[in-house]
T-cell receptor, first 115, second 112 residues
Framework: DTEVTQTPKHLVMGMTNKKSLKCEQH?????MYWYKQKAKKPPELMFV???????INESVPSRFSPECPNSSLLNLHLHALQPEDSALYLC??????????????FGPGTRLTVL | EDQVTQSPEALRLQEGESSSLNCSYT??????LFWYRQDPGKGPEFLFT???AGEEKEKERLKATLTKKESFLHITAPKPEDSATYLC?????????????FGKGTHLIIQP
């Protein structure tokens, strides 16, 4: 089973709203990731949780805040977003972050629209 | 300068017409090269992982190969359902945060 689930599938929010994206995996993986994908562009890494330790892409603005309640759950909290943040947000997980079992499996994504 | 370059950007083939997609990389200390397939509006679907030059992997009509500078995804006798964007990604030492660095993808269309 290589399933990563994400909710919601679609989200529309205003610039003053606070919302959260959720990601879950039941594969016993120890690393989870958030990527952002704009239309017709490749995914770009935002955050990595590896063995409950957070690594951040320093170009990601502070209006995005990740949270890892446990090793199978990953949330992305959104606050005061801008229209340019509209994108497909992808969650992925891997058994380990490095080594020969580091293949990342992606969820279906959340399509976010910021008005 | 892009670290991962995919070519061609787009490719249109007739059903049954075999071809190859290219992924070249300039990173040092490659730790893995990954191929994904992505349908519009969906998450990338894993296809192959390659770790060493000379390695080959096969799955149905697809075969991935790796050299020290590039990887090829060979598609044999494709069908319309193979139409998708194919993404190549690398993980490398110095890449930071264990994430993947993606190429821009090849948009493949298979016409019946």
């Amino acid at each position: 089973d290589t399933e990563v689930t994400q909710t919601p599938k679609h989200l529309v929010m205003g610039m003053t709203n606070k919302k959260s994206l959720k990601c879950e995996q039941h594969m016993g993986h120890r690393a989870m990731y958030w990527y952002k994908q704009k239309a017709k562009k490749p995914p770009e890494l935002m955050f990595v949780y590896s063995y409950e330790k957070l690594s951040i892409n320093e170009s990601v603005p502070s209006r995005f805040s990740p949270e890892c309640p446990n090793s199978s759950l990953l949330n992305l909290h959104l606050h005061a977003l801008q229209p340019e943040d509209s994108a497909l947000y992808l969650c992925a997980s891997s058994q380990v972050p490095r080594g020969h079992t580091d293949t990342q499996y992606f969820g279906p994504g959340t399509r976010l629209t910021v008005l | 300068e892009d670290q991962v370059t995919q070519s061609p950007e787009a490719l249109r083939l007739q059903e049954g017409e075999s071809s190859s997609l290219n992924c070249s990389y300039t990173v040092s200390g490659l730790r893995g090269l990954f191929w994904y397939r992505q349908d519009p509006g969906k998450g990338p679907e894993f296809l192959f992982t390659l770790y060493s030059a000379g390695e080959e992997k096969e799955k149905e009509r697809l075969k991935a190969t790796l050299t020290k500078k590039e990887s090829f995804l060979h598609i044999t006798a494709p069908k319309p359902e193979d139409s998708a964007t194919y993404l190549c990604a690398v993980r490398y030492s110095g890449g930071g945060a264990d994430g993947l660095t993606f190429g821009k993808g090849t948009h493949l269309i298979i016409q019946p």
